[in-house]
């Protein structure tokens, strides 16, 4: 129980760093490659939120490096990655207002159904 715990956690710190990471690059706008992208990756440097990010993901790397002597990788990569699609597919859809499509109904409901599948 404890392995699926710590997954769990991964999956739960992967989704937050991707959160801030959004977060952060709203506030620094659309990187282009021109001649503003020197001013979009200082305003990158100096973003609270991508370094929140970050430590987040480092967060999760440890944690997921425990995970990874306990489980077998076959097991532990596609649920932490199915997992992640399914919370962060509703969960932007929930706080980004981002728009339900039948495809993201469709991925959810095959993710879904692999972690039901491989946990088994």
């Not at 760093?17 to 001649?35: S, Y």
């Not at 095959?110 to 088994?120: D, E, K, N, S």
Request: hydrophobic residues 55%; charged residues 10%; positive net charge.
């Amino acid at each position: 129980m404890l392995d699926k715990g710590l997954l769990f956690l991964c999956v739960i710190l992967n989704v937050g760093a991707q959160f801030l990471l959004k977060a952060g690059m709203t506030e620094v706008g659309p990187v282009e490659v021109n001649r503003t992208i020197a001013t979009r990756l200082v305003a990158m440097v100096g973003n609270a939120h991508l370094w929140a990010g970050l430590a987040t993901y480092g967060a999760g790397f440890a944690i997921y490096s425990i995970v990874l002597s306990r489980i077998e990788l076959s097991r532990a990569y596609p649920i932490s990655s199915a997992a992640a699609i399914v919370l962060i597919t509703g969960a932007s859809i929930v706080f980004l207002r981002e728009t339900l499509t039948l495809g993201k109904v469709a991925g959810v409901l095959f993710c879904t159904a692999g972690i039901f599948l491989i946990f088994r």
